[in-house]
Nanobody, 121 residues
Framework: QVQLVESGGGLVQAGGSLRLSCAAS????????MAWFRQAPGKQRDLVAT???????DYVDSVKGRFTISRDNAKNTVYLQMNSLKPEDTAVYYC???????????????WGRGTQVTVSS
């Protein structure tokens, strides 16, 4: 059974940093794209960043220069380093795995349950 488990969320002041991790089990995802999405209360789930199986990354404009996505295929894990956090980054963050690194959430095959990130002003 495939499982994605996020960790590393929490409460941080504006300007602070957090590192999210997403550990996958049940199968190997080295040939898959991995992504982080986020969903704020009352809003849709939006793409934050993607990373291909080869390590190519892409980011939504609002996090470019502040967030870094990376992966460790040996550990079947994807990370999201978040620096210079802003109150508008507050959301539940989800990791996802799919065949292609796209922005459409419905095209991802596997999802974690999410981890809450709260940035206070």
């Amino acid at each position: 059974q495939v499982q994605l488990v996020e960790s590393g969320g929490g409460l941080v002041q504006a300007g602070g940093s957090l590192r999210l991790s997403c550990a996958a089990s049940g199968r190997t995802f080295s040939s898959y794209a991995m992504a982080w999405f986020r969903q704020a209360p009352g809003k849709q789930r939006d793409l934050v960043a993607t990373i291909t199986s080869g390590g190519t990354t892409d980011y939504v404009d609002s996090v470019k220069g502040r967030f870094t996505i990376s992966r460790d295929n040996a550990k079947n894990t994807v990370y999201l380093q978040m620096n210079s956090l802003k109150p508008e980054d507050t959301a539940v963050y989800y990791c996802a795995v799919g065949r292609v690194p796209v922005s459409r959430a419905d095209l991802y095959n596997y999802w974690g349950r999410g981890t809450q990130v709260t940035v206070s002003s």
